[in-house]
């Protein structure tokens, strides 16, 4: 298949590249850099120069292609009002480009705010609708298109989808550790993060454009939840740090903006649902493991 794919040089879109040329498929990714281009043109892919307010470039990568795998977001948490609406009219120009064609619409999502109490399952709807939710309703908004002949599959990633090289949020975790020398987590530690290695999510979104029927929501998910306090140890063992827990109070400002609300949260999420659908079984680093290893704290 050829394959567009937005986000192409991003964290995950750069593993999903990988992953998609050497099954044989052709990938055709959205460079909006120079160096962008040349990191797909390396990796044997071709490159379409644009971003996501180029909506001529989504239509022509979407209209040329036989499957779209959307992954790119501006990711601006100083304004969620402009990465919502620009990821909302993304996923609508790449929509209703392959309205009436049947073919594979892969959006990511995620597992956070899924379910409370409980892991979130596959089952569990997403409760953002409308362009004023958050990443402006998108999955709802892709599977809207089911009924025009749009293949639209939901990929929902783990709170932490791990590696060496990612800048996500236990990059953040370790950023706060290092600049007020404790590792820290917020309470007693109990709640827990779902996490997932890079190249298992690369694999299941090309097991995705593959063989998902309309509708599916995918959870990148190989570890059910990780406690917090067991992440925050292994981040002081690494970094030779105290270990201490602070209140949801101190969070915010202990860790920096949103993410000390988020790493008091308890962000659970199965995938035993799309293990049995797909034949995807996990085999990377978990994400202590990765920890250990030096992913986040290697100079």
Not at 2 to 29: K, P, Q, Y
Not at 34 to 43: G, H, I
Not at 191 to 219: K, M, N
């Amino acid at each position: 298949m050829r394959v567009f794919v937005t986000g192409a040089s991003g964290w995950i879109g750069s593993h999903t590249v990988d992953e998609l040329v050497a099954a044989g498929h052709e990938v055709v990714g959205l460079a909006r850099t120079d160096r962008a281009e040349a990191a797909l043109k390396a990796k044997h892919a071709l490159a379409l120069r644009g971003d996501l307010d180029d909506l001529d470039a989504l239509r022509r990568g979407a209209t040329e292609a036989d499957a779209v795998v959307h992954l790119a977001n501006k990711h601006d948490w100083t304004n969620q009002t402009e990465t919502n609406r620009a990821e909302r009219t993304a996923v609508e120009t790449l929509a209703e480009t392959l309205a009436g064609t049947d073919r594979p619409f892969v959006v990511a999502s995620g597992v956070a705010g899924l379910a409370q109490g409980r892991p979130a399952l596959e089952t569990d709807a997403n409760p953002n609708v409308g362009p004023d939710s958050p990443r402006g309703g998108t999955e709802n908004l892709a599977f809207d298109y089911v009924d025009r002949g749009v293949r639209s599959i939901a990929a929902r990633f783990s709170v932490t989808t791990h590696g060496t090289r990612d800048h996500g949020f236990i990059a953040l975790i370790v950023a706060a550790a290092r600049r007020t020398g404790v590792a820290a987590y917020v309470g007693d530690g109990t709640q827990a993060w779902s996490a997932v290695h890079v190249t298992d999510a690369a694999r299941l979104l090309r097991l995705g454009i593959e063989q998902a029927p309309a509708g599916t929501r995918l959870h990148a998910v190989a570890e059910e939840g990780v406690p917090t306090r067991a992440i925050a140890e292994t981040i002081g063992e690494v970094l030779g740090l105290p270990t201490a827990s602070v209140t949801p109070e101190q969070a915010v400002e202990h860790f920096g903006g949103f993410i000390g609300t988020f790493w008091g949260m308890d962000l659970r999420a199965s995938s035993v649902a799309t293990r049995a659908a797909f034949d995807w079984t996990p085999t990377g680093p978990t994400l202590l493991d990765d920890i250990r290893a030096g992913a986040y704290t290697a100079e």
